[in-house]
């Protein structure tokens, strides 16, 4: 155990080099034990280096990462961690049953009773093959099988599972896993595009955009920092300082800005109310993107 072993994951300086560029820099973050955490960010953000990172499938350029409190093993994963990539990975030609029978088999540290509840519980018949179960059947199988493999994990790793599934679908299996989490206290990071599913599940939010975390932390904490406000566009500049403006958005009468100081108010003509998770991805990421675009615009001048 280190001084961090309150920290379920922890990154420090971590990036990740290919031959294109860099997918991830500088990216720090610390995810504290029994939180379930929404990891979000544009297509290209890291999202998916970050979390294959924090398994120990790829190494870092840059940077550690601790998982539960210790160095990432030489090899392997570390043994109370478990991760579901974003294909899900299943033999299609398998049976339900025929793919327990193979966790079990290439597994050491493998809880059949666990992984047979789990598959009776989301009714997926054991004699079906892969190929022919629902997008939803097959994301609550690759569940089933995260799951018991790591023997009821610590720390539970997810990238983009309910990307395929209709909204009907994604609430069913998001319940199924909230019912996991409420059984074994486990921490999840659970990386989505999608917001709405994130509202009534997760309590910590990571903003990762440009390679690195642009936001994170409670979210009931981030919320109580934040305020939108909405006025007249020709009060946005000069009557909000710009220090506290993290997003804005203008037409020609009207300015919505995404504030970081909650008892700000510019004066009579203006609305404050309440942030929503929303409002706070959104503005960090189109702020990424508007800056994402001015630096390609000075490597333009310059080339």
Known sequence: MTEHDDLALRATGLGKRYRRGWAL????LALPRGTVAALVGPNGAGKSTLLHLATGLLRPTTGHVEVL????????????LAFLAQDKPLYRGFTVEGMLRAGAALNTSW??????????????PRAAKVATLSGGQRSRLA?????????????LLLDEPLADLDPLVRREVMAELMGAVAETGMTVLLSSHVLTDLDDTCDHLVILARGRVQLAGDIDTLLAGHRVLTGPAHQAIGHIPSEVIVGIETTTRQATVLINDPALLPGPDWISQPATVDDLVLAHLRTAAEQ???DRAVLGQSA
């Not at 809880?111 to 997926?124: E, I, N, S, T």
Request: hydrophobic share 40%; charged share 30%.
């Open 143 to 155: 569940l089933a099988l995260a799951l018991a493999l790591a023997r009821r994990p610590e720390l």
């Open 292 to 294: 994402d675009a001015g």
């Open 111 to 124: 809880d059949a009773g666990y992984a047979a509840q789990l598959v009776d519980r989301g009714h997926l």
């Open 25 to 28: 820099q500088d990216c720090d």
């Open 69 to 80: 409190g210790r160095p990432m093993p030489r090899a392997g994963i570390d043994p109370k």
